[in-house]
């Protein structure tokens, strides 16, 4: 999964630094480059954020922390690891956090 998200990264960072392709010379064609660069550094802050999240998770299995809710201290059911690896909280301690 991790592996996954950083190759995301580098191609939307080839993409959005047009390592391929030159920048439009048409003021029309790069304001539509601009718009899309805006997408793909929304993409590229998604996967870094769940990159983080995934080594975040790494580590805690290192240190035998993973599976334990950070802010309880519970386990979290195995069926929340399996659907959401990197997840660092209970169901419950979840939701609080959301409101």
Do not use: W
Request: aromatic share 4%; with cysteine.
């Amino acid at each position: 999964m991790r592996t996954d998200y950083v190759e995301r990264r580098e191609a939307i960072h080839k993409d959005s630094r047009h390592t391929e392709e030159a920048v439009e010379k048409d003021f029309v064609e790069q304001v539509t480059q601009r718009e899309n660069n805006d997408v793909l550094d929304a993409l590229d802050d998604e996967a870094k954020q769940l990159v983080i999240k995934i080594d975040n998770a790494l580590l805690r299995i290192q240190t035998g922390e993973y599976g334990i809710c950070m802010k309880c201290g519970k386990h979290i059911p195995i069926q929340r690891l399996q659907t959401v690896p990197y997840v660092e909280h209970c169901i419950t301690c979840a939701e609080k956090l959301e409101l």
